[in-house]
């Protein structure tokens, strides 16, 4: 079986999908980090990121592999891990310009309809276009100065700039972001992790 678990930028997906993942034994795939990926190949590369030609064919000459842990993902391009680099302001600023390429979805995509199952899926889009028959879909939220508070703990920039990019992010990525229609939504603001983890695990199916 397939579980989902979207929402916007620093609302828990990839802490909250690696516990449920480790609960059921599965393994967890980050869709972020093939995005974060392409982004940070593209900066490297110099390549402009509106043209989806160019990065396309970077990415085809640079073929990335992601490796979906439970423990948590890792992403290659040869023998080379980028995982490292990706989660900087550099890469969340560029991010959401990638992934409004189609191009560049449809190649996601692809990858991950790829993936053998069981997994967890998050991201913003696994319950609606990717993974749209999957067992259990769940959407989390939080308010942007929560997830701003949460988010200074892994970047150097102060919560109000935090969230002003985290604001900014969620409205370029608002076209594939909406909740699937049959998804279960936590506000994830009240709870721990430990919280979150605990209520999907409580609603999946026997
Ligand atoms: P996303 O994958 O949605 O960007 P993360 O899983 O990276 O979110 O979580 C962002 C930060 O918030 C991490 O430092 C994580 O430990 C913390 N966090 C996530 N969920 C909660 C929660 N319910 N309560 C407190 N901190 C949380
Ligand atoms: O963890 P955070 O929410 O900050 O980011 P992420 O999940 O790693 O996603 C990074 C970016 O990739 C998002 O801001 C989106 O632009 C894009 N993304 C997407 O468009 N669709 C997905 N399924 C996952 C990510």
Redesign the pocket.
């Known amino acids: 079986m397939i579980v989902t678990i979207d929402g916007v930028?620093?609302s828990g997906?990839?802490s909250v999908s690696g516990g449920v993942a480790r609960a059921l034994g599965v393994p967890y795939v980050?869709?972020?980090?093939l995005?974060?990926a392409a982004t940070g190949l593209g900066l490297e590369a110099a390549v402009d990121l509106h043209d989806a030609p160019a990065l396309l064919s970077h990415l085809q000459s640079h073929p990335l592999r992601l490796e979906p842990l439970a423990a948590g993902n890792r992403v290659w391009q040869g023998g080379r891990e980028l995982t490292g680099e990706l989660h900087s302001t550099r890469v969340?600023r560029g991010?959401?310009v990638v992934?409004a390429l189609p191009e560049v979805r449809a190649w996601v995509d692809a990858q991950l309809r790829a993936l053998p199952s069981p997994f967890v899926a998050e991201?913003?889009?696994?319950g609606t276009n990717v993974f749209p028959r999957a067992g259990a879909k769940f959407y989390l939220t939080a308010s942007p100065h929560i997830r701003a508070v949460r988010r200074a703990q892994e970047r150097p920039e102060d919560v109000p700039a935090i969230e002003a990019a985290l604001v900014r992010?969620d409205e370029?990525?608002r076209v594939?972001s909406a909740p699937a229609p049959d998804a279960v939504v936590i506000d994830t603001g009240p709870l721990t992790l430990d919280g979150v983890i605990q209520t999907i695990l409580a609603q999946l199916p026997a």
Request: proline share 0%; no cysteine; aromatic share 4%.
């Open positions: 930028a620093a997906k990839s980050s869709s972020g980090l995005y974060r969340d991010v959401s992934a991201g913003r889009d696994m992010r370029l990525d594939q």
